[in-house]
């Protein structure tokens, strides 16, 4: 097993990737932890990992905007496990597209604190721990719409909270890389998700969907969880401040 023995945090762990992350990592031999903000989702997910793959679990209800519930997640964790070997920045949230001068202040702010802030506090609470043992493999999840903006769909705040990710993800591969901690960043294209059922439930809408990708359909959370899996492995021991864009090529267009 590619992950036997390591210590996972996974947040946004109930998501359509998150999950994919947290069973693929638990079927790999990881123990997991799993934070989110839904308790019931947690826990439900968690006994499932608990039976399926013989590893431990531990959820943790955890809002990463707030200070106080990630230290305590933290202190739960390392209670429990002594170390955190591997982290995967996965939380976040896409807003309906919007023009940006009508964008409110607590819509920009909403986004900025999860998807930007909420990665800097998990991980600023994490490396202290990595570095002590000098080791750890950190993997942020960003977008391509962190890469380039879309004509047509406007979001810019949110289209600038992963472009954020992936700078913050070189430069602390770049600053940690004396203690072996490694830190990459994958670009997911469109992949199937809550937001998306409506459309894939529509016959006509899910074919025009499929038909602007150039491998001919849109990304599973699986396909995101293996790359990943990958990175967050001792096989890309050697690969540090990465961009792995995963999007079925639609960024070559």
Same mark, same amino acid.
């Given at each position: 097993?590619?992950?036997?023995?390591?210590?996972?945090?996974?947040?946004?762990?109930?998501?359509?990737?998150?999950?994919?992350?947290?069973?693929? /990592?638990?079927?790999?031999?990881?123990?997991?932890?799993?934070?989110?903000?839904?308790?019931?989702?947690?826990?439900?997910?968690?006994?499932?990992? =608990?039976? !399926?793959? =013989?590893?431990?679990?531990?959820?943790?209800?955890?809002?990463?905007?707030?200070?106080?519930?990630?230290?305590?997640?933290? !202190?739960?964790?390392?209670?429990?496990?002594?170390?955190?070997?591997?982290?995967?920045?996965?939380?976040?949230?896409?807003?309906?597209?919007?023009?940006?001068?009508?964008?409110?202040?607590?819509?920009?702010?909403?986004?900025?604190?999860?998807?930007?802030?909420?990665?800097?506090?998990?991980?600023?609470?994490?490396?202290?721990?990595?570095?002590?043992?000098?080791?750890?493999?950190?993997?942020?999840?960003?977008?391509?719409?962190?890469?380039?903006?879309?004509?047509?769909?406007?979001? $810019?705040?949110?289209?600038?909270?992963?472009?954020?990710?992936?700078?913050? =993800?070189?430069?602390?591969?770049?600053? #940690? $890389?004396? #203690? !072996?901690?490694?830190?990459?960043?994958?670009?997911?294209?469109?992949?199937?998700?809550? /937001?998306?059922?409506?459309?894939?439930?529509?016959?006509?809408?899910?074919?025009?969907? !499929?038909?602007?990708?150039?491998?001919?359909?849109?990304?599973?959370?699986?396909?995101?969880?293996? $790359?990943?899996?990958?990175? $967050?492995?001792?096989?890309?021991?050697?690969?540090?401040?990465?961009?792995?864009?995963?999007?079925?090529?639609?960024?070559?267009?």
């Amino acid at each position: 097993m590619r992950l036997a023995k390591k210590v996972a945090l996974v947040t946004g762990a109930t998501g359509a990737i998150g999950s994919s992350i947290t069973r693929l /990592f638990a079927r790999e031999g990881a123990a997991i932890i799993l934070l989110g903000r839904d308790k019931n989702k947690l826990e439900s997910l968690s006994n499932e990992i =608990s039976k !399926n793959y =013989s590893v431990d679990a531990l959820p943790i209800k955890t809002n990463i905007t707030v200070e106080e519930e990630i230290q305590a997640a933290i !202190n739960l964790a390392l209670n429990r496990f002594d170390r955190i070997d591997i982290l995967i920045n996965n939380a976040g949230f896409t807003n309906d597209p919007i023009e940006f001068h009508k964008t409110t202040d607590d819509l920009w702010n909403e986004l900025i604190n999860t998807n930007l802030i909420g990665t800097f506090r998990v991980t600023r609470s994490v490396l202290p721990f990595m570095m002590e043992r000098r080791y750890g493999s950190i993997v942020n999840v960003s977008s391509v719409a962190g890469m380039r903006a879309i004509e047509k769909v406007p979001l $810019a705040v949110y289209n600038s909270t992963k472009a954020g990710i992936i700078m913050f =993800s070189k430069s602390i591969a770049l600053e #940690y $890389a004396e #203690y !072996n901690i490694r830190c990459n960043v994958v670009c997911p294209g469109t992949v199937r998700s809550k /937001f998306l059922e409506p459309y894939l439930e529509d016959e006509e809408a899910r074919k025009i969907l !499929n038909s602007t990708q150039p491998l001919g359909r849109i990304g599973e959370p699986e396909d995101v969880a293996n $790359a990943i899996l990958y990175l $967050a492995s001792d096989e890309a021991n050697w690969v540090t401040g990465s961009v792995l864009v995963i999007d079925g090529g639609l960024s070559t267009k």
